[in-house]
């Protein structure tokens, strides 16, 4: 696994312009793996943007190394980098407290009358998005600590915020612009399951992967 970055050249508008919704993001990051796509393949590439410092950051967590040139398209020539991820999975241990961020779509499906698959409906409030994580994390392999680092009884007591909400739109094959829940989570975890929780670090959590949202970074809590 490869874990890259390249700023996103916001200075320069031209370069930039077509950057207006998250189908442009997609294709920037598929398009930076031309062996990929000349050989037909298609492998998941977890990413979400980043505000860090009043600049913002394309960050990708793949299979393969994405070509820099292809990665610097809309990027600020010579930020692009990458490094191996894999190293830092393996040091992760069971119980270890980590800093974590997530960007995720907090969603939950409704099954209607005479529908084999439910309709999907976004988590709109921030109690609702709270909850939505709160519910997932044993699954994904950790829990959600208090500052105090003991067990909460309430969700407000829990070391983790919502930093970030907004709704970017994604062009539909139809033609039909529709907007999406983008959160982003910042706070304080401790692994609980420690293979599943790598899991959850591969392969993103939640919905809409394909689109900047379900990835999961951290590093550890000193």
């Known amino acids: 696994m490869f874990l890259s970055r390249v700023e996103k050249a916001n200075n320069n508008r031209q370069q930039i312009k077509s950057l207006t919704h998250l189908g442009a993001y997609h ?17 998941r590439h977890l990413w979400r943007l980043d505000q860090i410092a009043g600049r913002e950051y394309l960050l990708i967590l793949s299979q393969n190394k994405p070509d820099l040139q292809a990665l610097s398209r809309y990027g600020v020539p010579g ?5 191996a991820y894999d190293q ?27 529908e084999k698959r439910g309709r999907v409906y976004p988590h709109v409030t921030v109690e609702q998005q709270r909850k939505w994580l709160i519910q997932r994390a044993d699954k994904a392999g950790f829990k959600l600590v208090s500052q105090a680092l003991s067990d909460a009884t309430d969700q407000d007591d829990l070391a983790f915020d919502i930093v970030n909400r907004e709704h970017p739109v994604l062009h539909r094959k139809s033609g039909r612009g529709v907007r999406l829940s983008r959160v982003t989570f910042e706070g304080l975890l401790q692994i609980q399951d420690l293979t599943v929780f790598k899991q959850t670090l591969i392969n993103g959590l939640g919905r809409e992967k394909a689109f900047g949202m379900g990835l999961m970074t951290v590093i550890p809590e000193r």
């Not at 294709?27 to 492998?43: A, H, I, N, T, Y």
């Not at 980590?98 to 907090?106: G, I, S, V, Y």
């Open 88 to 114: 830092f999975l393996n040091q992760l241990q069971p119980d270890e407290l980590m800093r974590f961020r997530l960007t995720a779509n907090p969603s939950y499906a409704v099954s209607h009358t005479g």
């Open 79 to 83: 930020t692009a980098m990458t490094k």
């Open 27 to 43: 294709d920037w990051v598929e398009q930076s793996f031309p062996e990929e796509m000349k050989q037909g393949e298609r492998l």
